[in-house]
């Protein structure tokens, strides 16, 4: 029998929930980062595990809407995961993960994401690796760009300064982005809090926005300047947060603007997609110092809804057979008939196409893993010859996901 409960949290939960989030990811304390993460806090969607009266774990969900091949999705963003080191391995994130999937089920949400502060632990709960993250440390005197800067104009300014752009900006440009999610006003000012507890040592967070002939924004970028100094000279850096462009225009001119900052010798990003388009337009790309990285980490709870939601590259009928321990109502043979304008997933009782476990759909739900990757390990069957092709056809997605933001 379980040694513990698992409640909805109250209001003044609040101090013993960052206290047991900053323990258990080894921060220390600060009263500015405790009001910060607690405006951004949905009270009624955290829970807390109490183990001999004590808080014993805690984990919460942000409700927002998920980019996805053709649409959006509201999808359970599941984070500040923690059980006190005195309590672990006794199965209190698996209780945590089975009452955030019941809620979020009947919150309407079909998926659940998350990032992992280490790819070990979700697996076992049905969670598939959606994106990877490239990540760059360029050494701007030895690659250019071999694109050339295009018209338009470019602006620095404090980012609370062109906030109302930058939402407004974002907000087209994140539903064409499989990956990316919904940023509510609240989630703007904790991406714009700019704490000093977050900045390791930089200063602080600056942003630059791209306007066209017109005057209209089209993109923008967060960055940070690392200031350092070598024996031989300036040797700073500028650590890319966020680069968001609604055109290869903008894409070419924030790129231009980062790797060219006076008295900055690298250019250090974490968030680019795997097919990121700057790949093929610097003049040496071994020099970007890339590496793969876990990105956003789906789990599909609701594999008839979520497999609706989203659309297919080309058109699609087949039979996948599902086994899911933890959300048996997803164990069957599903029917997907799909095309780019809509989609619909049901119960059937024909013969299976393809079958696999539903960690392998949370993988190509997003559309930047083929099923035809995972076939090779066995964790995908073909039935049907030339059904994986068929599927991975209409499944795959371009441009393929990405992930903007760890949450
Ligand atoms: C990760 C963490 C939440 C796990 O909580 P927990 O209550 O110990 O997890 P459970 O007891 O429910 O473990 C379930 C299973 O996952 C395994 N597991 C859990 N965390 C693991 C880890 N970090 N590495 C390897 N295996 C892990 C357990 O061994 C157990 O396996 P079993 O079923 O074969 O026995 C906890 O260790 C923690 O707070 N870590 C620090 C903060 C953190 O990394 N949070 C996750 C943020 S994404």
């Known amino acids: 029998m379980s040694d513990h409960t698992i ?16 323990m258990a990811f080894l921060y220390e304390h600060s009263d500015d980062m405790s009001a910060t993460e607690r405006k951004v806090c949905e009270i009624d969607r955290t829970l807390v595990a109490r183990r001999d009266g004590e808080l014993a774990g805690t984990s919460t969900i942000q409700t927002r809407q998920l980019a996805v091949p053709g649409g959006l999705v509201p999808a359970a963003h599941i984070t500040s995961v923690a059980v006190a080191p005195t309590a672990r391995r006794r199965g209190i994130l698996t209780g945590l993960m089975r009452r955030m999937f019941d809620d979020a089920l009947a919150a309407g949400e079909p998926v659940a994401v998350l990032w992992a502060s280490e790819g070990r632990i979700y697996q076992r709960f049905g969670y598939g690796l959606a994106t990877a993250s490239l990540g760059f440390t360029i050494d701007r005197t030895e690659v250019s760009l071999t694109v050339p800067a295009p018209g338009g ?147 599909v709870l609701d594999v008839p809804a979520a497999f609706a939601a989203r659309r297919y590259t080309t058109d699609i009928d087949l039979v996948l057979e599902v086994t899911d321990a933890a959300v048996p109502a997803n164990t069957g043979r599903w029917r997907l008939t799909g095309s780019p304008t809509g989609a619909t997933c049901s119960a059937t009782g024909d013969e299976p196409d393809l079958s696999c476990d539903v960690r392998a759909l949370g993988a190509v739900y997003l559309g930047g893993t083929a099923l035809t990757t995972l076939a090779g390990t066995g964790q995908v069957i073909e039935h049907t010859p030339g059904a994986l092709a068929r599927a991975d056809a209409a499944l795959r997605w371009y441009p393929g996901p990405s992930s903007q933001e760890v949450f």
């Open 153 to 299: 104009r470019l602006r620095e300014a404090e980012p609370a300064a062109l906030r109302d752009e930058l939402v407004a900006l974002y907000d087209r440009v994140y539903r064409q982005r499989p990956g990316w999610s919904e940023r509510p006003p609240r989630l703007w000012d904790y991406r714009l809090a700019d704490l000093k507890e977050w900045r390791q040592g930089g200063a602080e967070m600056r942003a630059v926005a791209h306007y066209d002939e017109s005057g209209t924004i089209d993109g923008y970028a967060l960055w940070r300047p690392m200031r350092r100094w070598s024996d031989s000279g300036p040797a700073s850096e500028v650590r890319v947060i966020e680069h968001v462009a609604a055109n290869p225009q903008a894409y070419i001119a924030l790129w231009t603007y980062l790797t060219s900052v006076d008295l900055t010798k690298t250019v250090h990003a974490w968030f680019a997609a795997p097919d990121e388009p700057l790949l093929h337009a610097v003049s040496d790309p071994e020099r970007l110092n890339t590496r793969l990285g876990d990105g956003l980490w789906v789990r």
């Open 7 to 22: 409640e909805t949290a109250r209001e003044s939960d609040w101090d013993d929930i960052f206290r047991l989030v900053r």
